[in-house]
């Protein structure tokens, strides 16, 4: 399925998935059982998902064993990469490897390439490179994207403009590894600073197929505001710490207010402690959107993607998002899909997208 729906019921799954306790990055087709759970241990149904994940207790486990929690094996670690629910699944604490300066499994000391073979790209800002990008749905005969070319610099962000259907939403599938390209090849280099010490004027390092770099690692460098964002029947401290788990009250807030969030969150009736019913039942869909910026605020990504940020929001909601996601674009690499051409004002390129097909594709 094309477009923002299709997208969306992605990241929809992948939500569910590590709520369930099922790894998210776990690849279609896969027909092994997750990994085995302790199901004899449970906590309250209140607790938190993210909480109940990092004492090492699956969400789905019984009630009536008063065994302690499994030990944590301390002195391992992880690549920092990883994302934290495989770092708890694997029973490695997520601030276990500070201070450990060995280089982590499958990695050499460079950091450039581990010994599978995979690449790795460091975490801060990097270039992407789209050459004769195609991509076709399966059942499709049609391309969805046809011959795209497409650079985009780091820290600058890229307007993807054009009619539904165009192909907007399937060049943010790419980025978001949801899908991959039937031919061409997208490409990405560390930003100056990085492993390979890239210049300012894109020379100097080399370029690494997408498709090389661990999906898991590719994501977290990528914060995902959709156009329906997933909230939980949790608290709005616990939907916004889905950014980053482990961050504590000062920094949840201080997220909210650059996302223009603190002002409702704070009049909801036990503020940052309210629970939110279902997918958000007790917001609008603007206070929605922007609890998701509050995440992508709090996630801090390098790379930020935003579906339609404002698509039927009322006028002062919107203003709201609006003033919100301009703010978190600064200093990062963005890509906005948007109908609404007041957009243009706020990034730094705008990209014509037509019948799958880029029209201007240099970012500089």
């Given at each position: 399925m094309e477009g923002v729906a299709a997208a969306e019921q992605v990241f929809t799954e992948l939500e569910r998935r590590r709520a369930s306790g099922v790894d998210a990055g776990d690849t279609e087709g896969d027909t092994r059982g997750p990994r085995s759970r302790a199901r004899s241990r449970t906590l309250p149904e209140n607790t938190p998902l993210e909480r109940r994940r990092a004492s090492g207790v699956d969400v789905g486990d019984t009630e009536g064993d008063t065994r302690r929690p499994r030990s944590r094996?301390?002195?391992r670690t992880l690549p920092e990469n990883t994302?934290?629910?495989?770092?708890?699944?694997?029973?490695?604490?997520?601030?276990?490897?500070?201070?450990?300066?060995?280089?982590?499994?499958?990695?050499?000391?460079?950091?450039d390439r581990r010994a599978d073979g995979r690449r790795a790209i460091g975490?801060?800002?990097?270039?992407?490179?789209?050459?004769?990008?195609?991509?076709?749905?399966?059942?499709r005969e049609a391309p969805a994207l046809n011959g795209v070319e497409l650079l985009i610099a780091p820290g600058r962000s890229v307007?993807?403009?054009?009619?539904?259907?165009?192909?907007?939403?399937?060049?943010?599938?790419?980025?978001?590894?949801?899908?991959?390209?039937?031919?061409?090849?997208?490409?990405?280099?560390?930003a100056e600073g990085g492993p390979a010490g890239?210049?300012?004027?894109?020379?100097?390092?080399?370029?690494?197929?997408?498709?090389?770099?661990?999906?898991?690692?590719?994501?977290?460098?990528i914060a995902w505001v959709p156009q329906s964002p997933y909230l939980f029947d949790d608290t709005v401290a616990d939907n916004?710490?889905?950014?980053?788990?482990?961050?504590?009250?000062?920094?949840?807030?201080?997220?909210?207010?650059r996302a223009e969030a603190d002002g409702f969150i704070r009049a909801l009736p036990d503020g940052y402690g309210t629970r939110l019913g279902e997918r958000g039942a007790r917001?609008?869909?603007?206070?929605?959107?922007?609890?998701?910026?509050?995440?992508?605020?709090?996630?801090?990504?390098?790379?930020?993607?935003?579906?339609?940020?404002?698509?039927?929001?009322?006028?002062?909601?919107a203003a709201a998002v609006r003033t919100a996601v301009i703010r978190?674009?600064?200093?990062?690499?963005?890509?906005?899909?948007?109908?609404?051409?007041r957009w243009a004002d706020a990034v730094d390129e705008v990209v014509p997208v037509r019948a799958g097909r880029v029209e201007s594709g240099v970012a500089p």
């Open positions: 094996a301390r002195s994302p934290l629910e495989r770092r708890r699944a694997s029973g490695v604490d997520a601030g276990d490897t500070e201070g450990d300066t060995r280089p982590p499994p499958g990695r050499t000391e460079s950091g975490d801060g800002a990097v270039w992407i490179r789209m050459e004769d990008v195609r991509l076709v749905y399966p059942g307007l993807l403009a054009g009619p539904s259907g165009s192909g907007k939403s399937s060049l943010l599938s790419l980025l978001l590894r949801f899908t991959e390209p039937v031919s061409g090849r997208i490409l990405v280099r560390a890239l210049g300012a004027s894109g020379s100097g390092a080399e370029w690494v197929p997408l498709q090389s770099v661990p999906v898991e690692e590719w994501r977290r460098r916004i710490r889905l950014g980053a788990p482990d961050a504590g009250m000062d920094e949840v807030r201080a997220a909210a207010e917001l609008s869909a603007g206070q929605r959107q922007r609890i998701a910026v509050a995440r992508a605020f709090l996630r801090d990504a390098p790379i930020v993607l935003l579906d339609e940020p404002t698509a039927h929001l009322d006028p002062d909601n978190l674009l600064r200093g990062r690499t963005g890509v906005v899909v948007a109908h609404d051409t």
